[in-house]
């Protein structure tokens, strides 16, 4: 991993402003959450926060847009079907020598996306993959639900990765998923309808994401747990090892779960939730971008980065810095 960036849009939505929106309280969200404000994407498409995270990225690494091969974007919330969100940002960056695929795996974007990038590479398909990670989940927020409207924010953060020779870079990744469980954290694309029929509308209940909490934290208690273990178990390494772990910002709730279950200093565990909520895909490469920008990441320390959410789709990359 040779390079990250990250763009945070300019609106500041905090718990405040909320508590004039919807039936809560910042004491009630800070309790049940963690959260204290989240930016969001106000005019803006999930291209256009997704390019600077992108552009940052790029020039972070001293690679350009032709000497990348392979650029893999994940998000939920696309501007379209089709061109995908890789394929607009490729003719945008002028990479005229990659080819581009789109990966919707929410919360687990990123780390499916680094195993991807990871297997190209050591397969020799490909020398420089540029992975981007972008939300604009604002689109599909009812600001009248309190369960999901404190919770999500907007943002993009990318990072490029590069086959080189040493000990450094991912060591090992474990990726899994349980459909079953799917319909815990849902956001509709096209309703089920009948294509002949002339009342062709689209629900509007049907508009927003839909999430049972409850569901989505007994998902969690096993997943994360074992993503950390099977990656240690793979390369070979011990917990008390690993100098960071950095976990999906989804809930402080979570995130103190993962503290007791391995008694880790808190301090191992990085934490950015308060300024951006949950930003699916795009909240690990954002706290990747935070603890790079912050110099927090030391050449030869290990670090665990580990996704699990809709879908339903857990993962982890361990990586020697």
């Given at each position: 991993?040779?390079?990250?960036?990250?763009?945070?849009?300019?609106?500041?939505?905090?718990?405040?402003?909320?508590?004039?929106?919807?039936?809560?309280?910042?004491?009630?969200?800070?309790?049940?959450?963690?959260?204290?404000?989240?930016?969001?994407?106000?005019?803006?498409?999930?291209?256009?926060?997704?390019?600077?995270?992108?552009?940052?990225?790029?020039?972070?690494?001293?690679?350009?847009?032709?000497?990348?091969d392979?650029i893999?974007?994940?998000?939920?919330?696309?501007?379209?079907?089709?061109?995908?969100?890789?394929?607009?940002?490729?003719?945008?960056?002028?990479?005229?020598?990659?080819?581009?695929?789109?990966?919707?795996?929410?919360?687990?974007?990123?780390?499916?996306?680094?195993?991807?990038?990871?297997?190209?590479?050591?397969?020799?398909?490909a020398?420089?993959?540029?992975?981007?990670?972008?939300?604009?989940?604002s689109?599909?927020?009812?600001?009248t639900?309190?369960?999901?409207?404190?919770?999500?924010?907007?943002?993009?953060?990318?990072?490029?990765?590069?086959?080189?020779?040493?000990?450094?870079?991912?060591?090992?990744?474990?990726?899994r998923?349980?459909?079953?469980?799917?319909?815990?954290?849902?956001?509709?694309?096209?309703?089920?309808?009948?294509?002949?029929?002339?009342?062709?509308?689209?629900?509007?209940?049907?508009?927003?994401?839909k999430?049972?909490?409850?569901?989505?934290?007994?998902?969690?208690?096993?997943?994360?747990?074992?993503?950390?273990?099977?990656?240690?178990?793979?390369?070979?390494?011990?917990?008390?090892?690993?100098?960071?772990?950095?976990?999906?910002?989804?809930?402080?709730?979570?995130?103190?779960?993962?503290?007791?279950?391995?008694?880790?200093?808190?301090?191992?565990?990085?934490?950015?939730?308060?300024?951006?909520?949950?930003?699916?895909?795009?909240?690990?490469?954002?706290?990747?971008?935070?603890?790079?920008?912050?110099?927090?990441?030391?050449k030869?320390?290990?670090?665990?980065?580990?996704?699990?959410?809709?879908g339903?789709?857990?993962?982890?990359?361990?990586?020697?810095?």
């Amino acid at each position: 991993m040779i390079g990250t960036g990250s763009y945070q849009p300019e609106t500041c939505l905090t718990n405040q402003m909320l508590e004039g929106m919807v039936e809560t309280s910042d004491e009630w969200i800070v309790q049940r959450t963690g959260i204290k404000e989240r930016r969001i994407a106000i005019g803006k498409s999930t291209a256009e926060i997704a390019l600077p995270a992108a552009q940052r990225a790029l020039e972070d690494s001293g690679k350009s847009p032709e000497e990348i091969d392979l650029i893999i974007a994940c998000t939920a919330t696309p501007d379209s079907y089709t061109p995908s969100l890789s394929c607009v940002l490729q003719g945008k960056l002028g990479a005229k020598n990659a080819f581009a695929f789109d990966v919707i795996a929410a919360c687990s974007g990123f780390v499916y996306a680094a195993d991807i990038a990871d297997s190209y590479i050591k397969c020799g398909k490909a020398k420089t993959v540029l992975v981007v990670c972008a939300e604009v989940l604002s689109r599909i927020i009812d600001y009248t639900d309190r369960s999901t409207c404190c919770i999500f924010g907007d943002g993009a953060a990318a990072a490029v990765f590069e086959a080189r020779e040493g000990e450094e870079g991912i060591l090992s990744t474990y990726m899994r998923s349980d459909g079953s469980k799917g319909e815990a954290l849902l956001a509709k694309a096209l309703p089920v309808e009948d294509p002949f029929s002339s009342d062709r509308e689209y629900p509007s209940s049907d508009r927003f994401l839909k999430m049972d909490g409850k569901e989505v934290y007994r998902f969690t208690a096993k997943a994360v747990p074992q993503a950390i273990d099977e990656v240690i178990k793979q390369a070979g390494v011990d917990i008390s090892e690993v100098d960071w772990i950095v976990p999906h910002q989804a809930n402080t709730r979570i995130i103190d779960m993962v503290i007791r279950r391995y008694g880790l200093e808190r301090e191992k565990v990085f934490v950015n939730l308060p300024y951006y909520g949950n930003t699916s895909s795009a909240s690990v490469p954002l706290c990747l971008d935070d603890m790079r920008r912050q110099g927090l990441l030391k050449k030869g320390q290990l670090a665990i980065f580990v996704g699990f959410g809709g879908g339903l789709t857990y993962g982890s990359i361990l990586i020697r810095i």
